[in-house]
């Protein structure tokens, strides 16, 4: 059973930095793309930053400029380094892997972001 592992969240001050690793935890087939999400308390789901298997990317209009997603496809392991935290980028960040077949997700990641 293939399972995603995320880490490098934890707490930072504001205009601080993270980066967060997402690894697959065997062999995924015929990825189509990687995404990160994120939680906030009280609200939904909302995704943050989406890279294809050729590397095209996208990115929800709040953290433009500021985070960058990238991939190693090689090692099914997509990363999202985040610069000048803000307070409302406090979250549970998830990651998720769609294949030809069946989407993955991760158990989340806490980044605080907070002086």
């Known amino acids: 059973q293939v399972q995603l592992m995320e880490s490098g969240g934890g707490l930072v001050q504001p205009g601080g930095s993270l980066r967060l690793s997402c690894a697959a935890s065997?062999?995924?087939?015929?990825?189509?793309?990687m995404a990160w999400y994120r939680q906030a308390p009280g609200n939904q789901r909302e995704l943050v930053a989406t890279?294809?298997?050729?590397?095209?990317?996208n990115y929800a209009d709040p953290v433009k400029g500021r985070f960058t997603i990238s991939s190693a496809n090689a090692k099914n392991t997509v990363y999202l380094q985040m610069n000048s935290l803000k307070p409302e980028d406090t979250a549970v960040y998830y990651c998720?892997?769609?294949?030809?077949?069946?989407?993955?997700w991760g158990k989340g990641t806490l980044v605080t972001v907070s002086s």
């Open positions: 890279i294809t298997r050729g590397g095209s990317t």
């Open positions: 065997g062999s995924i087939f015929s990825i189509i793309a």
């Open positions: 998720k892997f769609v294949s030809a077949s069946i989407t993955y």
